[in-house]
């Protein structure tokens, strides 16, 4: 998938705007340069999630694929120590 162009605060301000009611929802999508779908998949995503809500989601999600990573190693280092265990010297 595509990166987005806007951050995911922007994204969130741009779902607050459309909140308002002031413009249209096609007329925001317009002036940001996203589809219609787009907006409603972003609406699914951050729905009543705040700016700091999403950076905390944003720190988390890095954070758990660090610890995704270093227990991925470790299982590699228990594998290769238990083949070198189970050969006779």
């Given at each position: 998938m595509r990166?987005?162009?806007?951050?995911?605060e922007q994204i969130v301000a741009l779902l607050r705007e459309a909140e308002k009611g002031e413009k249209s929802i096609a007329v925001?999508?317009?002036?940001?340069?996203v589809t219609e779908v787009t907006f409603y998949r972003w609406r699914r995503k951050f729905a009543g999630s705040t700016v700091t809500d999403v950076r905390r989601l944003k720190q988390l999600e890095k954070e758990?694929?660090?610890?995704?990573?270093?227990?991925?190693?470790r299982d590699v280092e228990i594998d290769a120590m238990k083949d070198l265990l189970r050969k006779k010297w």
């Open positions: 990166p987005s162009k806007l951050s995911d925001l999508c317009r002036e940001v340069g758990n694929a660090r610890l995704l990573r270093l227990l991925g190693q």
